[in-house]
Structures are given as structure tokens and as C-alpha cells.
């Protein structure tokens, strides 16, 4: 089964404070994604990324970058966190086929206070 | 650009009944990929089903199937014998099939209750 794992559930920050999210997949995959869930918004692509060290943005990038220095890995990073940030965060991983399926984490749940 | 829309917010069925979701895209693409994800309550989001454009068969996985109707860009979601672990939000998307970055566009999605 392939695993996409987050680094926490739940987390508290306040505004201002450098935040990491870190995500991990165990299936060799190509592809990585972060995504924003909003109530009423759905999915939002923040960013992603098709092979290490390589990055595109997403729909809604302003605020975040993100890093990628081994394959499993794939971190997103607020570099200021601001109270409209809140939101459950979403990371993806699949193979570099088209026509594979994306497998999702079970997403990180920050609070900017 | 791409959209979806779900325009039901929230369904409700009762156990053993049939329900529908609806779901309509917008593209001027002729080649592309459906699918229908479905997160249940503070658990991970999971492909339930997924269509390629140029298929004209619906597809089905068990008790899910989908109608498919590319010229009205129409995909919705039909779960028959419907179970409480079906309680979830369900979301549509669609990919295109021109870009090799897999980039999903998800619609707002629709919280699917389920009654005993």
C-alpha cells in the first residue's frame, strides 16, 4: 500500500513564526503536491513538484515556498505565518505516469493564532 | 482555466438507498481524466472512481458508478446500497490530459449524511 504520511494532525503557531510542513511518501513517486482545504473552497494547489529539487507553483502560492532536497520528501514552508493561513493542508504524491492515481496524506490541521 | 462545480453543499440518504452527486466541469479540452475522491471524517481522502474522457463506457467500482456526459460535461457520482461508512465528503476533479504534471482542479465538494 503506498503511504503518504504528515508530519503532524494538528498544529499551533502564531502570526509571524516560521511554520514547516513536512510530508513523506514510500512508493518511489515522482510527483508531489501540496494542497489548502477551505470549507466552501475545496482543494486548492499551493504547490508541487515533479522530481527532487524541482517546484512549480500552484493556483495559490503567495505566502509559501517549498522544498524538495530528496525524492520521499516534500516540505511546505510559511515563511511568515499570517492568521489567513489557517487551514487543513493536504499533501499528494503519484507516479510519473498520466494516468496514475494521486494518494493522499491524512493532512495537518494549522491554527495561526 | 479549468473549473468544477459541485453544487450540492450537503446530501443526505438513508441506509440501502440510492443517491446521486452531482458534478459539472467546464474545459475546452477533448481529452482529460474525472474522478470522484472521497475523505471520510478525519481520514485520509481516497480515490473512489475515475473516468477518461475518451472512454464512453461509465465506469464502475462495486456499489459506485459514474454518468458520464462529456457533451453536457457532466460526471456525477451514483452509490447504490448506501452504507454509514459511506458518510464522507466527496469531491470531483478533473485532469487534464495534455499536461504531464497531474495537476488536479477539485470542486468545492458535497458532505454526503448517511441515516440508519
Known amino acids: 500500500d503506498v503511504k503518504v504520511t504528515q508530519s503532524s494532525r494538528y498544529l499551533v503557531k502564531r502570526t509571524g513564526e516560521k511554520v514547516f510542513l513536512e510530508c513523506v511518501q514510500d512508493m518511489d513517486h515522482e510527483n508531489m503536491f501540496w494542497y489548502r482545504q477551505d470549507p466552501g473552497l475545496g482543494l486548492r494547489l499551493i504547490y508541487f513538484?515533479?522530481?527532487?529539487?524541482?517546484?512549480e507553483k500552484g493556483d495559490i502560492p503567495e505566502g509559501y515556498s517549498v522544498s524538495r532536497e530528496k525524492k520521499e520528501r516534500f516540505s511546505l514552508i510559511l515563511e511568515s505565518a499570517s492568521t489567513n493561513q489557517t487551514s487543513m493542508y493536504l499533501c499528494?504524491?503519484?507516479?510519473?505516469?498520466?494516468?496514475?492515481?494521486?494518494?493522499f496524506g491524512p493532512g495537518t490541521r494549522l491554527t495561526v493564532l | 482555466a479549468q473549473t468544477v462545480t459541485q453544487s450540492q453543499p450537503e446530501m443526505s440518504v438513508q441506509e440501502a438507498e440510492t443517491v446521486t452527486l452531482s458534478c459539472t466541469y467546464d474545459t475546452s479540452e477533448s481529452d482529460y481524466y474525472l474522478f470522484w475522491y472521497k475523505q471520510p471524517p478525519s481520514r485520509q481522502m481516497i480515490l473512489v472512481i475515475r473516468q477518461e474522457a475518451y472512454k464512453q463506457q461509465n465506469a464502475t467500482e462495486n456499489r459506485f458508478s459514474v454518468n458520464f456526459q462529456k457533451a453536457a460535461k457532466s460526471f456525477s457520482l451514483k452509490i447504490s446500497d448506501s452504507q454509514l461508512g459511506d458518510a464522507a465528503m466527496y469531491f470531483c476533479a478533473y485532469r487534464s490530459r495534455n499536461t504531464g504534471f497531474q495537476k488536479l482542479v477539485f470542486g468545492t465538494g458535497t458532505r454526503l449524511l448517511v441515516s440508519p
Open positions: 499528494a504524491s503519484s507516479s510519473g505516469q498520466y494516468t496514475d492515481t494521486q494518494y
Open positions: 513538484s515533479y522530481d527532487v529539487k524541482m517546484k
